[in-house]
């Protein structure tokens, strides 16, 4: 069975008090990171799954964030693994 990489770009607009608090919440998700962040509150976020499910729960629970205004999908891209390629991962 082949397996998929999914990779996902997003803007994320928080409050500006809870600035740090949403940070640490987005970085404890698996699959996240974090390439820019302004004072005004908005951050540059990459996730990155093997489904389309986990992308999914990850944009979710970033809307659920106390401080979070708003959540944008900026880029989705889905490869498949070649077995090939799992089996030097």
Not at 31 to 36: K, P, R
Not at 61 to 71: F, P
């Amino acid at each position: 069975m082949s397996q998929e990489y999914h990779v996902t770009s997003l803007v994320v607009h928080a409050a500006p008090k809870v600035l740090q608090q949403v940070e640490a919440n987005i970085r404890s998700l698996m699959g996240a990171d974090i390439h820019a962040v302004t004072p005004e509150g908005k951050l540059v976020v990459t996730l990155e799954g093997s489904s389309q499910r986990a992308i999914l729960d990850n944009i979710e629970a970033i809307n659920a964030l106390s401080g979070v205004l708003s959540a944008c999908l900026i880029y989705h891209q889905v490869a498949p693994l070649e077995q090939e390629s799992e089996e030097r991962l």
